[in-house]
């Protein structure tokens, strides 16, 4: 296995985290996956993406069904419908190489995720740049959800059959909490 899809995201400032994966290609098929709400969905969160900036992004996770491997939600994360609800708008939109939009705006917290795409021979190299998370609560949900999204993207993209999101994020979340610096958000 590639060793930058098995390495943690870093960070690049305070309040932004950086992951990068290597994922099989062509570039067009990661961009699919990033826009396509049916597609987004099993790997991600499913909903309507206005792919202009401006547009509108709404987002709906369903974490549970992204694997046939059952547990239980962890408590801090159900929600009364079994869905998270995000929302924002585009602030950059190039196909198939760059797509960017805010995050949390229902909720005030309005931090951006950047996705870039870079083809690499029959690859490509996916670079999440998620910025201006506002505390440490945040910065960890965030960089073990990421990590786990994405691993059940390569497994898609590979594939393979994922594993369960849940168990991934709560590891990860924990590894996180000992990689990060306590000062670490924005």
Do not use: K
């Amino acid at each position: 296995m590639n060793d930058i899809n098995t390495a943690f995201g870093t960070l690049v400032a305070p309040g932004t985290l950086r992951l990068q994966r290597s994922l099989p290609g062509p570039i067009e098929r990661v961009w699919h996956y990033l826009t396509d709400s049916e597609a987004r969905g099993s790997w991600l969160a499913s909903g309507p993406m206005d792919l202009r900036v401006g547009g509108d992004v709404r987002l709906e996770f369903h974490n549970d069904d992204l694997s046939d491997h059952r547990v239980p939600t962890p408590e801090r994360y159900r929600t009364e419908d079994g869905c998270h609800h995000q929302s924002g708008q585009v602030t950059a939109c190039e196909p198939p190489r760059l797509l960017a939009h805010t995050w949390g705006e229902a909720d005030g917290s309005a931090s951006e995720v950047r996705f870039d795409l870079q083809p690499d021979g029959d690859r490509v190299l996916l670079t999440i740049t998620h910025a201006r998370l506002p505390d440490r609560a945040a910065l960890l949900s965030v960089s073990a959800g990421w990590h786990a999204h994405v691993g059940v993207l390569l497994d898609h993209l590979e594939g393979r059959a994922p594993g369960n999101f849940w168990v991934a994020h709560e590891a990860l979340e924990t590894a996180y909490a000992e990689r990060l610096p306590r000062e670490a958000a924005a």
